[in-house]
């Protein structure tokens, strides 16, 4: 797949102000809207144009809607524009940082999940990611995808365990677009050992290459270490993944939850680590030749989108229950129990605008204190820990869409 930069990728993204969504917006804001694609590259991918696997494809359906949450948003009409939804707490591997750590109880149906589904989507969602656990285990998975119009965007976050030739083909068939497989090092031994599983690699590379074989949007994901951080082992990470045919590679970080949520502050990165990835982002990102960075430390950075827990994204974890993200175990009410509207209600009363500073990284002393051994900490508690948490000014993108 082709990677697009510099003056070509400029003259692509113009040219998609064909879209009667887009000219709505102002000659200033659609110039400030492109400018924060400035270190982003292009992927041409089955007759669509691909940023990074956190928005939809273009031209399409979903990013239309896209579109039109950023002009709710601008109106300060703010509604989520993601939804990730874990279908399952099943995997057989023994991740170190699982975020599924400490939850249990009865998981939803497929019939709970397609309603979930229409709900996402008549909120306006336009990406919807299905994790877990590991979503494969679930033999409804192909339904549940295929439910989806193509308002939304779907993307599967997977082990690659499962991910057999003849399961991606049906996927495709389903209507999946992106597939990201979690690979944590390029050297067999150490994933192995991250993942808990004697076996977790080659699956990762098996599926890594199923995946590109049946044409989709291939990522991996790489929740980045802070021995990892440097640029030996970075660098024969992407000339690793760049051998295997892979298009981005999400860089993501350990966060206080699941099975991290007791740990000392020494396993989470610091400002200088994540300046690191940052630059780094900006650097791979020039290079046509080479996979797509798109990472958390530079996409929820002050200076452009910020962290949207609970704004433009929601999470519903395996047995209903609505949190901001997929890392802040907060409750705001089960989909099933309460229903889809009031625990989204519940939600919006604490979290209305995008902060500059990550919640769950900003409040982590907080939440710990109200851990008791479960996850996510229930609905009344998850509100009494909001009320005394520190919240931070909205990000540049939007004060800059507010005129602030």
Known sequence: MKHITGTAKDLILIGNLRSRNLRKFSIPDLWYLLGTFKNEKLTKVNGKYVLNTFLPPFPSASFEQFIKNTIAAKNHNIFPYSSYVALTNNCKFNCWHCSRGFREGNELTG????????????????????????????????????????????????????????????????????????LDHYNKDEHNRLRGSSSAFDTAVSAIENSIACGFYTAVQLTVRRDFLNKNDMDKYIE????????????????????????EEDVFLNEAEREFIKNYHVKINKDKNLPKIASFAYLEDASLYGCGAGTQHLYIDSCGNMCPCDFTPLSFG?????????????????????????????????IKAGFNGKLPIENHKSIELCSGCVKTKAPEFYRKLWKK
């Open 111 to 182: 019939e709970n999940w397609i309603n979930v589904m229409h709900e996402l989507q008549n909120l306006g969602v336009s990406i919807i990611g299905y994790t877990g656990g590991e979503p494969l285990c679930r033999d409804d998975l192909e339904a549940i995808v295929g439910s989806v119009s193509l308002n939304s965007t779907t993307i599967l976050f997977t082990t690659g365990d499962g991910l057999t030739l003849e399961r991606a083909k049906k996927l495709k068939e389903s209507g999946l677009f992106y597939i990201a497989i979690s």
């Open 240 to 263: 690793f993944v760049h051998s295997l045919g892979v298009c981005e590679i999400r860089i993501i970080e350990p966060m206080p939850t699941g099975l991290l949520i007791e740990k």
């Open 334 to 366: 089960n989909v099933i129990r309460e229903g889809f509207g009031s625990a989204y209600s519940n939600l919006r009363k604490y979290f209305d605008v995008p902060q500059s500073k990550c919640f769950i990284l900003n409040n982590m002393d907080k």
